[in-house]
């Protein structure tokens, strides 16, 4: 199972900026699919997921400006972020806790990160 995260760029304050992570290979079924984040000098932090029950859940800090959704045919999960600010700079990873099998239990995986850079 790999994980492609992509979407990340520079962007304006108050400037919005959607990521995507698409997942690939064996996959049969999953608990959670979403995103963590890790600023400069600070510890990777929960963003917001998407759990396979449809419920969501998103750090305070995005609450509001951030929408995490999925798309089940093609397995991609998407991060909508409005409303950017300079304290959302990071690299933004995808993270899935995924079964690659019937009768495999799951695990977490990780993607590559994506550079978001918010900055006038």
């Known amino acids: 199972v790999q994980l492609q995260a992509s979407g990340g760029g520079l962007v304006q304050p108050g400037g919005s900026l959607r990521l995507s992570c698409a997942a690939s290979?064996?996959?049969?079924?999953?608990?959670?699919m979403g995103w963590y984040r890790q600023a400069p000098g600070m510890q990777r932090e929960l963003v917001a997921l998407f759990y396979s029950t449809g419920l969501t859940k998103y750090a305070d800090s995005v609450k509001g400006r951030f929408t995490v959704s999925k798309d089940n045919a093609n397995s991609i999960v998407y991060l909508q972020m409005n409303t950017l600010r300079p304290e959302d700079t990071a690299v933004y990873y995808c993270h899935a806790d995924l079964s690659p099998g019937r009768g495999i239990h799951s695990r977490a995986y990780w993607g590559q990160g994506t550079l978001v850079t918010v900055s006038s």
């Open positions: 290979g064996s996959i049969f079924s999953y608990n959670y």
